[in-house]
């Protein structure tokens, strides 16, 4: 009789387990908020014409996301871009100059993103893009002599990969940044300026 009891009671907490694996929600909550301590971003350099060096420089931050549907969601971005010391190579024979740091700078995006295979699993591939704006501060060592704000678009995508209410994401932006007549000569003076931003980071839902 013991082990009849036994064994409907191991029997009823592995259907309990079982059942509540099985309602355990996955995929995309209706809020996420993602941070990302580490990540890169490349500035290539501008054309033969101007000289523009390329540089790179360290990339962190953090999103606030709110997903309309299993297809769509918007998205708020602030980031920060610390320089690191590097060789700034000229793109017109003048002499580089090595051991500086390119400008810091902050970042601000409003950005779209598309779900192609809706949001509702656990590997949520997504395409993104929007707008917003780069502030890139004075740096005196390369040139750049005042503070300056651009305009920018990006367009990129990347991977959602959810454990419950937690997860990982890896981002790649393509990024454009308009250039302005009264920048400093070392960026985005006379051409528009691209670059190549990733970054992997933590994402945590809520409001489900």
């Known amino acids: 009789m013991a082990r009849w009891a036994t064994a409907l ?6 259907f309990g387990v079982s059942a509540a694996s099985a309602q ?5 909550a209706t809020w996420e908020i993602t941070g990302f301590p580490g990540g890169g971003i490349l500035f290539t350099e501008g054309s033969d014409n101007t000289g523009e060096p390329d540089f790179g420089n360290y990339a962190l931050g953090g999103s606030l996301t709110y997903n309309i549907n299993q297809y769509w969601g918007i998205e708020g971005e602030f980031g920060a871009g610390l320089g690191i010391d590097q060789r700034i ?15 810091d700078m902050i970042a601000y995006n409003a950005n779209a993103l598309f779900y192609p295979f809706k949001n509702d699993r656990r590997f949520v591939p997504y395409v993104t893009g929007g707008a917003g704006g780069l502030t890139m501060f004075q740096e005196d060592e390369v040139g750049f002599d005042d503070d300056e704000t651009f305009f920018t678009g990006n367009a990129g995508g ?3 990969w959810y454990f419950g209410n937690w997860g990982v994401r890896g981002d790649y ?17 006379a ?4 670059g190549h931003r990733v970054y992997g980071g933590l994402v ?3 409001g489900r």
């Not at 190579?89 to 051991?99: K, L, M």
Request: glycine share 10%; hydrophobic share 45%; net charge neutral.
């Open 173 to 189: 932006r393509f990024i454009a940044i308009k250039s302005k007549d009264d920048a400093p000569a070392f960026f985005a003076n």
């Open 204 to 206: 945590f839902g809520f």
């Open 89 to 103: 190579n000229f793109n017109d024979g003048r002499a580089s100059i090595g051991d500086v740091s390119p400008p």
């Open 24 to 28: 355990e929600t996955t995929g995309a």
């Open 191 to 194: 051409d528009t300026r691209y």
């Open 9 to 14: 009671v191991v029997a009823a907490v592995a």
């Open 158 to 160: 990347g991977v959602k």
